[in-house]
């Protein structure tokens, strides 16, 4: 309804106007009355209910207030059509308000309880409204058995005018209680708006809140998920690292003992080879020391050994000869000799005038017995 | 020169290197050391002949030694003046003093003359060792020293050599002097140094070709007394002769078998010079060539029987050898246009000769056995060679300015010597044997 008023104000004032004016005219009406018809000391105050006195009222009077009647009637009629009008009007602004009205309730729901108490203060609203068209509707009772006990009964005039100063009393009563009540409709309306556009910003607040607290949600789930495969990843990584680690540890625990093990081989080896080496080496120096004494010997037997003329190429003498430490020879030997007996002779005066015989650069070489083989080619 | 030195392979060397801190010993080869020595320094071998301790009229008997020794070829006599001492017996001998020298023998002695007797004592000392290798006391007229000196070099050679040494024997040969008008011929003997020359036989007739009787009491020679040639065989110590073919024509080149029971001559009787073989108990004589061509120069092998000979059939001289009258001849000498004057060794194994080459005719020595050959003379004029009776030396005449002389030459190979000789022309030289 307060909607309604809302959406057609100038409807609504159109028809409070009305009212206004057709209260007047009945307050004027009365007015125009003669005093006299006014009981004496009777007061308004006292009746609801009319007394209806007999009393003599002319004819044309009746024409007059009949008249008036009939024109209250229209009028009431067309107010009434236009508030029908106004209400299905309403109605239906209703139901697409309530249609839309549908679409937010999801928001309604979350505002609920406020919702419920502006659906009581409507009720509330409805009932005074109900009560005020009960009102109207009484007063309307009231003016047609006003009508009717004037059409029937003059004598009632003053009860009549009674019950029509009540009326008018009631009708100023009324439009003061409708303009009341319209600036309650309009402080209501106004705290409906202030409440629907606080219940929509708490609405669109608590949106943005669930919306923000999904988000915080989401992004702590998110967050949790990734802290999550984040430690599952570190301790993936960590368990991965670990048994590298430990991987690596043993892989270079036993390539140090490999190493360990290949060194020790390795060192054995180059031990060995290095006994072997000078193994070789003193054999070598010693091969290369006898080579070299032997042919020191031979140079200085050679260079000592004047052989004879005549010596036939196939001669050979081969003695043996005997040596002191100090290379003195002691004793030659004749093993065998094809030559002649100067050749021979020659041979072994080559190896005494030798004497004494060089000695080997190494003494472990040196051989007491040594063995010569002469060839005049 | 070669120097191989072996280290033979069979030698083990027991190092022990489980003795660490302790000298690694060496423990030598079972197998001695093993060198070779070849080449050397070919020489005569140096030897000391130092001067005898002896006095008066003797010849020195030292240098006849070291002359004879030098002759052969086989030894280098140390100059006197090199020695470092003059001992003359053992008891002066300082060997010491002589190791450092050249010498690798010495010889010493002393002669002590005894009336007419020299009382000669020498030594033969091997340096190196100092070890006595010969000494003897030899007594002997006092005229005879120089034999003294050739018995000791002979005693000396056969010591050191281990073969006889010649040098007591001696040479025959034919000197020519004079004028053409007035020319005498000579048959001479001498030492194998030429020393001592005394005259066989002289004649105003050209004598050749002189060849000794094995026992060295005969000499058979050809002689053109009468214009004609003969041959001769003259009995030394007598002096007796008588002629032994008288044949027409050539009568030449007598040569005394090694038995002595023959003599194979030249004779061109048959018209061409052949070769003939004289049995000198039957007088029976065979002829051994018949080729139509010259054959001469004949000269026995060692065997008796078989013949070496000079001859052209080919048309140039070339030594053959033939083993019996009707044998086939074998030529012997090849790779040379000239080969004449055969003279077969001692041993049989070598064939001294006269080759010509484009510088003249020299004095060779080709063995049998391989044929080899190598010059023994250095003249070019030289004539046929006669070995010693030891074959160490052959003895040649040579050519020396307007006249020649007698050269003796190691049959190895060697310096000739020349023997001291006086002027005039001699040749024909043919050494005679052993003196036993």
């Not at chain 2, 090694?258 to 049995?279: E, H, Q």
Request: proline share 5%; charged share 30%; with cysteine.
């Amino acid at each position: 309804m307060w909607r309604m008023l809302t959406r057609m104000p100038g409807a609504m004032i159109l028809a409070v106007l009305l009212h206004v004016v057709l209260v007047l005219a009945i307050v004027f009406s009365e007015l125009w009355q003669p005093e006299s018809v006014k009981p004496s000391g009777g007061e308004a105050a006292q009746l609801p209910t009319p007394n209806i006195e007999a009393e003599s009222v002319s004819s044309e009077a009746i024409e007059r207030q009949a008249e008036r009647m009939r024109e209250q009637r229209e009028n009431r009629e067309r107010e009434r059509t236009e508030a029908e009008r106004a209400a299905e009007q309403a109605a239906a602004t209703r139901r697409a308000e309530e249609a839309r009205a549908q679409q937010l309730a999801e928001v309604r729901k979350e505002r609920e309880r406020e919702a419920a108490e502006q659906a009581e203060r409507l009720e509330q609203l409805r009932k005074e409204q109900q009560e005020v068209e009960a009102e109207r509707e009484q007063a309307q009772k009231e003016a047609e058995q006003a009508r009717k006990e004037a059409a029937e009964a003059a004598q009632q005039r003053e009860a009549e005018e009674k019950a029509r100063q009540e009326a008018a009393e009631k009708a100023r009563q009324a439009a003061e209680e409708k303009a009341r009540k319209e600036a309650e409709e309009k402080a209501r309306r106004e705290a409906e708006e202030k409440a629907r556009q606080e219940a929509e910003e708490q609405a669109r607040q608590e949106a943005a809140e669930k919306a923000r607290r999904e988000a915080e949600e989401k992004a702590r789930q998110e967050a949790e998920e990734k802290a999550r495969q984040a430690a599952e990843e570190e301790a993936r990584k960590e368990a991965e690292e670990k048994a590298r680690r430990e991987a690596e540890e043993k892989a270079r625990q036993e390539a140090e003992e490999k190493a360990a093990r290949e060194q020790a081989a390795r060192e054995a080896r180059e031990q060995a080879l290095r006994d072997q080496m000078a193994a070789e080496q003193q054999a070598r120096a010693e091969s290369d020391a006898l080579s070299k004494w032997a042919a020191a010997i031979q140079s200085k037997v050679r260079d000592n050994w004047q052989r004879p003329r005549g010596a036939r190429p196939g001669w050979t003498c081969t003695v043996t000869v005997k040596q002191d430490a100090d290379g003195r020879v002691r004793n030659v030997t004749v093993v065998g000799c094809d030559g002649d007996r100067l050749f021979e002779r020659s041979v072994v005066q080559a190896i005494e005038a030798a004497s004494p015989l060089p000695k080997p650069e190494i003494d472990s070489i040196f051989q007491e017995e040594l063995r010569f083989n002469f060839k005049p080619e | 020169m070669t120097v191989l030195a072996f280290l033979h392979r069979s030698h083990r060397w027991l190092v022990s290197t489980a003795l660490a801190g302790m000298l690694a010993f060496v423990t030598p080869a079972q197998a001695a050391l093993e060198i070779d020595i070849s080449g050397g320094t070919e020489t005569g071998v140096p030897i000391a002949v130092v001067p005898f301790d002896q006095s008066g009229e003797v010849a020195d008997l030292a240098r006849i030694i070291g002359d004879d020794l030098a002759r052969s070829g086989l030894f280098a006599p140390v100059a006197r003046d090199v020695m470092p001492a003059r001992p003359a017996s053992p008891q002066q001998l300082r060997i010491g003093d002589w190791r450092a020298g050249k010498a690798r023998y010495l010889v010493m002695g002393q002669v002590e003359a005894d009336g007419d007797q020299l009382r000669t004592r020498f030594y033969l000392i091997d340096v190196s060792s100092g070890e006595r290798l010969a000494g003897s006391q030899i007594t002997a007229n006092a005229s005879a020293d120089r034999s003294v000196a050739h018995r000791i070099s002979d005693i000396i050679y056969e010591e050191l050599t281990g073969e006889r040494g010649a040098f007591s024997t001696r040479i025959a040969y034919v000197t020519e002097r004079g004028s053409v008008d007035n020319r005498t011929y000579t048959l001479q003997i001498a030492d194998s140094d030429g020393a001592n020359p005394r005259t066989v036989l002289e004649s105003p007739y050209p004598l050749m070709s002189p060849s000794w009787s094995p026992d060295g009491g005969q000499l058979a020679y050809v002689s053109f007394e009468g214009n004609r040639s003969a041959i001769w065989v003259q009995d030394l110590s007598t002096g007796e002769r008588y002629q032994l073919t008288d044949y027409r024509g050539i009568n030449g080149a007598p040569a005394w078998s090694p038995r002595g029971d023959k003599i194979a001559v030249t004779l061109s009787k048959g018209g061409n010079p052949d070769i003939y073989v004289i049995d000198l108990d039957t007088r029976r004589t065979v002829q051994w060539t018949r080729s139509g061509s010259i054959e001469t120069e004949p000269t026995w092998f060692p065997d008796n029987r078989s013949l070496a000979f000079t001859s052209d059939r080919f048309g140039q001289p070339q030594v053959f050898r033939k083993a019996g009258p009707d044998e086939r001849a074998r030529r012997l000498t090849f790779d040379t246009s000239y080969a004449a004057g055969p003279r077969i060794s001692p041993d049989g194994d070598r064939l001294a000769l006269v080759v010509r080459d484009d510088r003249g005719f020299f004095v060779a020595e080709q063995s049998l056995d391989d044929g080899k050959r190598q010059l023994l003379s250095r003249g070019g004029g030289e004539e046929r060679p006669s070995y010693a009776p030891n074959g160490a030396m052959v003895v040649y005449a040579a050519q020396s300015g307007s006249g020649s002389v007698l050269k003796i030459s190691p049959a190895i190979g060697g310096e000739p010597q020349t023997l001291s000789y006086d002027r005039g022309k001699v040749r024909d030289p043919v050494w005679g044997p052993f003196n036993d």
